[in-house]
């Protein structure tokens, strides 16, 4: 099973600065198949990134993927308040779904 | 629209059963697979597996192999989440999700359906 390893576990912004967050795969993962999900309070999450870069419908262009093979980055070139909650990556892999651990990206 | 429509919040004793439930709308549910996600209380998300509403193919994450039963009903494009003897360590919100297609990002999510096994 690939193990997805989320970092930092918590980060601390505040808005208008740029946010990189890394996901580092215990092996090789298909680009094809990693994913980017924000988790807010007492909301299900909402698909970001797909295919490593594509960002999906609805997401504004200040956030973007990044990567391949083991290190995936997900970037928000500039913070707006709505932007902090926790950010879970997802790979497919052998008829398997795992996620990260996710980074919890908080207010300064 | 699109969208996925989860059952109610449960609250069960240890050792009873449990079914929830997952209804698609606004897209051909024979056509897509539909995932289970756990999120335990202040934890993280965790795959449970996938069901393809076409002809009820089943994937088990090895987690929840054998603890939980997945099982679909094209007719009404509902997909289900069965427990046979619930445990206090199922307490968790659980959430379907639609991928576009199996290995592809879950791009729909449902409300998510809490359950609480509590004595």
């Known amino acids: 099973e690939i193990v997805l390893t989320q970092s930092p576990g918590t980060l601390s912004l505040s808005p208008g600065e740029r946010a990189t967050l890394s996901c580092r795969a215990s092996q090789t993962v298909s680009s094809s198949y990693l994913a980017w999900y924000q988790q807010k309070p007492g909301q299900a999450p909402r698909l970001l990134i797909y295919?490593?870069?594509t960002r999906a419908t609805g997401i504004p262009d200040r956030f973007s993927g990044s990567g391949s093979g083991t290190d995936f980055t997900l970037t928000i070139s500039r913070l707006e308040p709505e932007d902090f909650a926790v950010y879970y990556c997802q790979q497919y892999d052998n008829s398997r779904y795992t996620f990260g651990r996710g980074t919890k990206l908080e207010i300064k | 629209e699109e969208q996925l429509v989860q059952s109610g919040a449960e609250v069960k004793k240890p050792g009873e059963s449990l079914k929830i439930s997952c209804k698609g709308s606004g897209y051909i549910f024979t056509d897509y697979w539909i995932g289970w996600v756990r999120q335990m209380p202040g934890k993280g998300l965790e795959w449970m597996g996938l069901i393809y509403l076409g002809d009820s193919d089943t994937r088990y994450s090895p987690s929840f192999q054998g603890q939980v039963t997945f099982s679909a009903d094209k007719s009404i494009g509902t997909a289900y989440l069965q427990w046979s003897s619930l445990k206090a360590s199922d307490s968790a919100m659980y959430y379907c999700?639609?991928?576009?297609?199996?290995?592809?990002?879950?791009?729909?999510w449902g409300q998510g359906t809490m359950v609480t096994v509590s004595s």
């Open positions: 295919g490593a870069s």
């Open positions: 999700a639609r991928p576009q297609g199996e290995g592809d990002a879950f791009e729909i």
